[in-house]
């Protein structure tokens, strides 16, 4: 027997959703948690309207509760040269009020030890509302592969210092299965899964284009999604995240949920009877 896996709905998949919208598509296409984001991935940036209303987080998490949904990420903390630590208190502010448990963080800061101490500083302030801190590696970034982020944990060592697994990213990065399954288990929590074709160009405008506009389901690609499941703790949680800009135009929010399910399943089957 395949065992059923609770699934999130990260905003990505769904970006033309308003987040009420989104949590009543992942109910209906029978997934037990969300995403919400919060920021565009700094702090100068653009709040979100669920940043700016604590009356909108107030029913946000009331509809969740009421759907029986959690919110199992937000994203994003990303450390540049001019962010400080202090940027992210209204963000972690609002990830506490929303039941968050887990804080997406990018770096995109050459300067090592720098950006080192700013995360340092972010876990801190989150493990003092009871959030866990993910580092995403994103491979156009300071922080671009598993090696990359490994590092930095190893020298941290913060208690609530993890790492998110990101299929593309992790397969453009040229991370290894192996190197992901000698690592403590303790240090992977999520994983966001979805596939891609096979890269051709990675050049960085090719790689965000790929990246926030159009992946794959899960089973339709390159990616070596079997490899990566194995690999990676048993119980990790799950998070759709594949944006198809262009199907979206002809295919419905839920409709297109409720096939990333469907994949999202075939293959948990797969990867589970290999």
Not at 168 to 190: G, I, K, M, N, V
């Amino acid at each position: 027997m395949v065992p059923q896996r609770n699934l999130s709905l990260s905003y990505y998949t769904v970006p033309e959703l308003s987040f009420l919208e989104m949590v009543e598509v992942a109910a209906l296409a029978g997934c037990s948690q969300v995403g919400v984001r919060l920021l565009d991935g700094a702090p100068n940036g653009a709040f979100t309207p669920m940043l700016q209303s604590a009356s909108l987080r107030r029913e946000a998490r009331a509809r969740m509760d009421a759907l029986g949904l959690t919110a199992l990420e937000a994203s994003a903390a990303r450390i540049r040269p001019i962010t400080g630590p202090q940027d992210f208190e209204p963000f972690l502010e609002a990830c506490a009020e929303l039941g968050v448990q887990h804080v997406m963080c990018t770096i995109d800061d050459p300067e090592a030890s720098r950006s080192a101490d700013k995360l340092a500083q972010l876990c801190l302030m989150a493990g003092q509302r009871g959030l866990r801190v993910e580092i995403e590696f994103v491979p156009w970034m300071s922080v671009g592969s598993l090696d990359d982020a490994v590092t930095l944990v190893q020298s941290l060592a913060a208690e609530n210092l993890g790492i998110v697994l990101d299929a593309l990213h992790f397969d453009r990065s040229h991370s290894r299965p192996e190197t992901l399954a000698a690592l403590p288990p303790e240090w992977f929590r999520l994983l966001q899964i979805c596939d891609a074709p096979v890269c051709t160009d990675y050049s960085v405008e090719a790689q965000m284009h790929v990246a926030t506009k159009e992946r794959l389901f899960p089973g339709e690609g390159s990616i070596a999604l079997s490899a990566l499941l194995r690999a990676a703790p048993a119980n990790i949680a799950l998070a759709l995240e594949i944006p198809t800009a262009v199907l979206s135009q002809t295919m419905p929010a839920l409709e297109r949920v409720q096939r990333a399910v469907t994949a999202t399943r075939a293959v948990l089957a797969a990867a589970w009877l290999q």
